[in-house]
């Protein structure tokens, strides 16, 4: 196995193996037979996922999974090795993702660059004929509110919440797989751009806002369920 690889397999195969065996995890020398490495290979690996809050390791007792604990970064390695987040984590990324890209929508208003108006022009123009060809818009979604971002210039803020991105790759084409609500996507995403070419944050920080409450009612709605019941299993899914 390459070492780039092993770090989310491993991640993702004590998730599991947790589920399966009631909490216990497989020791160092079963992880390295069971991955075909080294135990210093395995021992690092560990290590990585214990400053993430993912394991503890405790001496002369084992391995266990801390999930519940873990880091902003560890979720979107879940998120990466494919494992599902907890429906409460999901409508949260949502709601703090909104929180960020209302503020860098207004940033974006004082700081972008025609460079980055223009990415954003060619950005909606794909759009356009993903719709037209009947495709969805999970790709263009995201690279409209990162450009946004990016157009802080504030490069911490765009690590911060291309995570965000990170952790609802497989979600957001399960939401744009409704033709009305790719179109509906489309034409708020044309009313911020204009906004943000006349440099108005109040009107874009708005429009930003009513955007990203439509995404936060639909998984608030998943959550919910109509009777105040929660799908996990849909949500574990998406």
């Known amino acids: ?18 589920k399966a065996q009631n909490g216990r995890l497989p020791s160092e020398r079963e992880l390295a037979d069971h991955f075909s490495v080294s135990r210093g290979q395995v021992r690092e690996a560990l290590a990585i996922l214990e400053a993430m809050r993912i394991v503890e390791r405790r001496a002369k007792s084992g391995i266990y999974l801390t ?8 979720m979107a390695l879940f998120a990466r090795a494919g494992v599902p987040l907890d429906p409460i984590q999901i409508y949260e990324t949502v709601e703090l993702r909104k929180i960020h890209e209302i503020k860098a929508a207004e940033l974006a208003c004082v700081r972008a660059t025609e460079e980055n108006f223009e ?30 971002v990016r157009a802080t ?11 965000y991105y990170i952790m609802g790759e497989q979600r957001l084409p399960i939401y744009f797989n409704d033709p009305d609500r790719g179109r509906r996507s489309h034409a708020e995403h044309i009313r911020i751009f204009e906004a943000l070419q006349r440099r108005d944050g ?3 920080q708005a429009l930003m806002s009513a955007h990203l409450q439509g995404a936060e009612s639909y998984w608030k709605g998943l959550i919910d369920g109509p009777d105040g019941d929660r799908p996990l299993q849909t949500l574990e899914k998406a």
């Open 1 to 18: 196995m390459k070492e780039n690889n092993l770090l989310p397999d491993l991640a993702a195969f004590l998730y599991q193996q947790s």
């Open 202 to 204: 109040n009107l874009a």
């Open 119 to 148: 990415r954003l022009r060619e950005i909606l123009q794909l759009s356009e004929q993903k719709l037209a060809a009947g495709e969805g818009l999970a790709r263009e979604d995201r690279d409209f509110h990162l450009e946004i």
């Open 67 to 74: 999930t519940n604990q873990a880091s902003v970064d560890a």
């Open 153 to 163: 210039k504030n490069s911490v803020f765009h690590k911060v919440c291309s995570v």
